[in-house]
């Protein structure tokens, strides 16, 4: 019996993962990905090659996985193997600020510091009352900025961008700019700067490689990255020296308080100064540009589609009524809300290709056998546009969440927020965010846009897209409380 299985796996197991072997220069590689936009690659390679494909760029091999079934065969079904990042002098270069932080902890100290930080959030979040009241005050904020511009165009970029950088930041150390403090003006400037300028999907290159290259003559995106991170360098540590100043065994109240505590307790050696940095340093990145750009798109994609918007202003106001704002618990019975809110994730793909993985093992993907140590870049734009999964995968349409029976329904493929162990941790905070405050607008105001320059067209910058800035005009359609 043991034989026979022996005979199927080895009758299944394919010889070597195709690939362009040309154009394939001795010291570039495939320099085609140097020049065009990623995702148009990774679909006419897949087109040619199929679900996985791989390619040499300067002296290493990425594996491309290109579909929804082969990262879920990977991410999800061996998702303790995939948690590794490149080691590489040349990877490592670029977050030589914070080489410690989060994104690049892996084995036990990863699993340490996410369950750390999955219980922190939660604390500072769901079972935080001032969390509540500072999302509501600037619920209130807004409306009130809305009313005092009397349905002229206004661009919504910069208030979302204060709210996004206001909530993490009571998470991670329970500071709360107002609207005219510099600081949170450096701090989101600076995070864009650094997606902006980080190797991605515009740059046409898988990018670290290449960045060194650019390194070498210190080009203005490299300076940029430098720049961003120096800034957050010196802010986390700032952040940090206040707390411990402040230290008081009694009063946790953050991420930062919980995790000065933690290393006290001497309990495990990754609760140490580096690490902490590093951490503040990715979340505040990580939790900033994201959460204000799916809000911007949000508004966007509402004022561009009056029927989407009135379908949900009237489910709001027979669920909620105009005596209160949303909560979370009507969430659980908007279900066309939800759908949109869920649709909005879908249709912009904000971050369409995985930061890349590295196997900490050997691994069968697709039939591939592959060894330990291997580069992979997942495209999860393809699983949220897949029409295997999804009935109208092209379209900006919540239906796509919803059964004939108007139920919400959860689609295997759908995967915005990354898939297995190293999925998006900061899910919960951004979800929260958007809903509250996007559901809150549109209860009160009706979106229009003056004119649509726009036409769905994002710009690509670095790691994430990004809309082009458009003007949206807000009509009061409840009376002020
Ligand atoms: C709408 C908002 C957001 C979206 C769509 C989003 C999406 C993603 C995606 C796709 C990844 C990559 C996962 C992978 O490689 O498989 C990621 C990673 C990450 N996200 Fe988010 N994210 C959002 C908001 C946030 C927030 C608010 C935080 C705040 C803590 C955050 C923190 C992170 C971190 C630290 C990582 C790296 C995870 C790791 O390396 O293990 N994100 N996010």
């Not at 995070?191 to 210190?218: E, T, Y």
């Not at 869920?342 to 069968?364: F, H, K, T, W």
């Amino acid at each position: 019996m043991r034989t026979l299985s022996h005979h199927v796996k080895k009758a299944r197991t394919r010889v070597s993962i195709p690939g362009p072997t040309s154009p394939n220069f001795p010291l570039v590689g495939y320099y085609p990905v140097l020049f065009k936009p990623l995702l148009q690659l990774f679909n006419e390679l897949g087109a040619k090659y199929g679900e996985v494909f791989k390619f040499r760029l300067f002296n290493s091999e990425y594996i491309i996985l290109n579909s929804f079934d082969a990262i879920n065969e990977a991410y999800s079904q061996q998702s303790e193997k995939f948690s590794h990042r490149p080691t590489k002098f040349t990877f490592l270069k670029f977050a030589h600020k914070f080489l410690k932080g989060y994104s690049f902890t892996v084995g036990s100290d990863f699993k340490i510091q996410k369950r750390f930080f999955m219980q922190k959030l939660r604390a500072f979040t769901l079972k935080d009352p001032q969390f509540f009241t500072t999302i509501g005050n600037n619920c209130n904020f807004l409306l009130l900025y809305l009313d005092s511009k009397s349905a002229k165009p206004v661009d919504l970029r910069e208030l979302f961008a204060w709210i996004a950088i206001n909530s993490i930041s009571h998470v991670l150390c329970s500071k709360y700019f107002e609207l005219n403090d510099d600081r949170w003006k450096q701090l989101y400037q600076n995070a864009n700067l650094f997606f902006a300028s980080m190797p991605g999907i515009d740059q046409s290159i898988i990018g670290v490689q290449f960045r060194l290259f650019k390194a070498i003559f210190r080009s203005k995106s490299y300076r940029d990255l430098i720049k961003s991170s120096d800034f957050f360098y010196k802010t986390a540590n700032e952040w940090v020296n206040e707390k411990l100043c402040n230290y008081n065994s009694s009063e946790i109240n953050d991420y930062i308080d919980s995790f000065i505590h933690e290393s006290l307790k001497d309990s495990h050696k990754t609760f140490n100064r580096e690490q902490l940095i590093g951490n503040l340093i990715q979340f505040i990145i990580a939790g900033s540009d994201t959460t204000t750009n799916t809000m911007y798109f949000a508004c966007y994609m509402l004022a561009k589609h009056p029927n989407i918007q009135a379908a949900m202003q009237k489910e709001i106001d027979e669920v909620v009524g105009n005596e209160r704002f949303p909560t979370l618990e009507d969430r659980r019975v908007l279900i066309y809300t939800e759908a949109f809110f869920r649709e909005i994730d879908r249709y912009y793909a904000l971050a369409p290709i995985s930061i890349i993985r590295v196997n900490s093992d050997e691994v069968m993907v697709q039939g591939f056998k592959i060894p330990k140590g291997c580069n992979f870049i997942a495209n999860t734009n393809n699983c949220l546009r897949d029409s295997k999964y999804f009935k109208n995968p092209f379209e900006f349409d919540p239906d796509n969440f919803i059964n004939s029976n108007g139920e919400l329904i959860n689609v295997q493929s759908f995967v915005p927020f990354g898939i297995g162990i190293r999925r998006c941790p900061g899910e919960m905070l951004a979800k929260i965010e958007i809903y509250l405050i996007i559901s809150t607008i549109i209860q009160n105001f009706s979106l229009s846009l003056s004119t649509d320059e726009n036409k769905e067209k994002e710009e690509l910058k670095g790691l994430i897209k990004v809309l082009r800035p458009y003007k949206v005009i807000a009509k009061r359609r409840i009376k002020q409380r």
